[in-house]
């Protein structure tokens, strides 16, 4: 029996596993014991990847639409000419920026940038991830504060804080092996306190929750700031020393007052006081956020205003601290950094003169080869392919016709495009059903690779099993459509990821997430690397739990960080008589990823997931329209759409509350086009909705 180390690739925390291989079967999974993140234990999503050795269908072909709209099967050389042909056709004929593409943060780091680099740099389209779904937000506020998208924080700190706040994040269920480095918390004292308008699973698990009203919660950290700075819980050396713009911050707080934080938060005064007491008298205050903040039209600000208060107290940069973004995919973070879609390769601008010529250097290609400007937007992408404007479409291990908001108008972007590439291991997603192209890649356990987890740890994903006749990986299908472009010498360097991996080593040398000191071998079977690990500097790194910013310094150009803040808006999208109620939404069970594309086919998930959309209710309003438990609801969004929910009845939403989980297509059919002004992440949280009862459903009987 061989044992093989691999990461897992559903969610942020990147756990790696031992894979046991026997006759060319995995016989047996077991979470690897000492490594830093998971330590012998993971969720049943880890454990349950083996199934895709059974559920992933082997040996598949590419598939081409025939005029008729059937299928034919093809060679992946066929498939490689098509898809390149077509896309030298449609920029030939409507421009180069009428083909598009959409990544994921679930793909390997040399996969995007592959992609990053035949789609941006070669084709000079644009190419957007799904990470402008979770993510986004968190970067633009993390280069605005910080002067670079740089978390700080270890998961360590969650062992060592003595006032772990999650505003927005429900870890219990969406990232378990983080909240069991909750549990594993010592300090005496410590308190676990929730922000959340849902008492979620975490909030039930924690000693104090908070659930303020929907879209309130920028008022509510600029109101704790303005007591902060009242009762003078500053830490006055920090502000001076290690950042900027405090003074303009404390004038524009002060007319957020306690009264007003109550009133438009719906929390008592009392509360609001119990929480600022709650930072105050924390020695270690850790402050954790996710979607809940993410995902909101004023979003960029209010991670800035988390971000703001750990700064004015000092809780940064030290044991147990911190203002940290829970990332949501496995390689959400390896995207940010290696896209080439946002940011150039390892970071840095595409104007930025420096930065040109060292990644035309490095990739040894002319200047003029390089991507010239930050990719559009998915939502521009999307609007783009509805105006008439984008054509082509390549889309990888991505699902958008479920997980785009307001997902409708993805359906109908879908049927309007000449060429439709959908990149997936499976054909029986959503988002193939209008594809005019299907490339049938294999799943994580049969590749190689580098993920990059929430707290900035690399680690290797090798093959465990071996591969089929005609079964290729995402990078080789990438490749495959990059020679038939004839990229020629362009693609020289990249043959392999493991080519790919040391490029990319070299593009971020002496940027703040540089990996030069990292190598592709040092990462199996290891603990992971954090970045920064700089070439040279490996013994000051060895530890392997590290922060950033223990020196005080940030990557702005004055090394200090930055109080970034703004008036909080009216709501654009508020209740209304005829929208009375809200529909929140996020993850439904810790069994069920994102689409279910994977997870459906997993029986002990499936065997436990409620088959339908269903959502949430309030039991007040349940006996006010006579309804109750698995009854069928009719729900109208304010973007004009409607579906029907199973309802689950619970005191843990508010009375004027829906919550629907995200597995399901339902529920992104009702969330508007609605997006945060800097970050263009949706705003999935608080969609003004009505409902009717429907007569049940013959087989709910
Ligand atoms: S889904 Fe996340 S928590 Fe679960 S095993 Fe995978 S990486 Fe770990």
Redesign the pocket.
């Known amino acids: 029996m061989r044992k093989i180390q691999s990461t ?8 790696n ?1 031992d894979f046991y291989v026997e006759d060319g079967q995995i016989v047996k999974t077991v ?1 690897t014991k000492g490594y830093p ?2 330590d012998g234990f ?6 349950s990847l083996d199934k895709q050795q059974k559920t992933v269908k082997p040996n598949s072909l590419p598939k081409i639409r025939k005029a008729d709209g059937s299928f034919r099967e093809v060679s992946w050389e066929e498939g490689f000419s098509h898809v390149a042909n077509k896309l030298k056709e449609l920029q030939e004929k409507y421009g180069p920026e009428s083909v598009a593409g959409i990544s994921t943060g679930q793909l390997t780091l040399e996969e995007f940038a592959l992609f990053g680099h035949v789609m941006r740099n070669y084709l000079k389209a644009n190419v957007d991830g799904n990470t402008r779904l979770c993510m986004a937000t968190a970067v633009v506020a993390h280069k605005q504060s910080y002067g670079f998208d740089a978390p700080g924080f270890t998961l360590k700190d969650l062992e060592l804080s003595d006032r772990i706040i999650f505003i927005g994040a429900n870890p219990v269920v969406a ?4 909240w069991g480095r909750v549990r594993n918390n010592q300090v005496e004292g410590h308190k676990i306190i929730v922000i959340d308008p849902r008492k979620s699973e975490t909030a039930m698990n924690a000693d104090y929750w908070y659930g303020l009203k929907w879209r309130s919660d920028l008022l509510l950290l600029y109101t704790i700031a303005g007591q902060l700075i009242e009762k003078d819980y500053l830490d006055h050396k920090f502000i001076v020393e290690h950042t900027e713009k405090f003074e303009e911050f404390q004038k524009f707080v002060r007319p957020y007052t306690l009264e007003r934080g109550a009133e438009g938060t719906g929390l008592s005064r009392e509360q609001i006081l119990e929480l600022v007491e709650l930072i105050h008298s924390g020695k270690r205050v850790s402050f954790w956020w996710t979607m809940g903040v993410n995902q909101g039209y004023e979003a960029v600000r209010t991670a800035q205003a988390i971000i703001n208060l750990a700064l004015m107290t000092g809780n940064i940069g030290k044991p147990g601290t911190g203002a940290n973004s829970i990332t949501g995919q ?1 390689n959400a973070m390896g995207s940010r950094a290696y896209s080439n879609t946002a940011v150039f390769f390892g970071g840095g601008d595409f104007t930025n003169p420096a930065r040109r010529k060292r990644i035309a250097q490095v990739l040894g290609v002319p200047e003029s080869m390089l991507a010239e400007k930050p990719t559009k937007t998915y939502n521009q992408i999307i609007e783009g392919i509805n105006a008439g404007e984008i054509k082509g479409l390549w889309i990888l291990c991505t699902n958008p016709r479920h997980s785009w908001t307001n997902n409708e108008t993805f359906a109908e972007a879908a049927k309007k495009l000449e060429l439709f590439v959908v990149q997936d291991i499976y054909d029986t997603i959503e988002s193939a059903e209008d594809c005019t192209v299907f490339f049938p890649v294999v799943p994580g356990i049969k590749k190689e690779g580098t993920y990059i987890n929430l707290e900035r740890r690399l680690s290797a994903m090798r093959p465990v099993l071996a591969r089929g006749e005609h079964e290729i990986s995402d990078y080789e299908a990438i490749l495959g459509v990059g020679k038939a472009l004839g990229m020629g010498d362009a693609l020289k360097g990249w043959e392999t990821p493991k080519d790919c991996f040391n490029l990319m080593r070299e593009c971020s040398r002496n940027m703040p997430c540089d990996i030069t000191g990292i190598t592709w071998e040092a990462l199996e079977n290891s603990h992971g690397i954090q970045w920064p690990y700089p070439e040279g500097r490996e013994e000051e790194n060895k530890e392997e739990q590290r922060r950033l910013y223990g020196d005080g310094n940030f990557f702005t150009p004055s090394k200090k960080a930055q109080f970034v803040f703004e008036e909080v808006r009216e709501n654009p999208l508020p209740a209304s008589e005829k929208y009375p109620f809200i529909l929140n939404t996020g993850r439904g069970s ?1 069994g069920q ?1 994102h689409t279910q594309s994977r997870t459906k086919e997993v029986k002990f998930v499936e065997d436990v997931s409620v088959k339908k959309a269903y959502l949430y209710m309030n039991p007040t309003l349940a006996g006010e329209n006579d309804i109750a438990e698995n009854d069928r609801i009719r729900v109208f969004s304010v973007n004009g759409q409607e579906a029907v929910f199973l309802v689950k009845v619970t005191e843990n939403v508010g009375y004027r509350e829906l919550f629907a989980p995200i597995h399901y297509i339902e529920c992104n059919k009702l969330t508007p086009s609605l997006y945060d002004t800097y970050s263009k992440e949706p705003s999935y949280k608080a969609t003004p909705v009505r409902f009717e009862k429907e007569p049940p459903a013959n087989e709910e009987k």
């Open positions: 897992c690739n559903y969610c942020a925390l990147d756990c596993l979470p993140v998971n993971c969720c049943i999503k880890g454990l990232h378990p092996i983080l496995c810790v990823w």
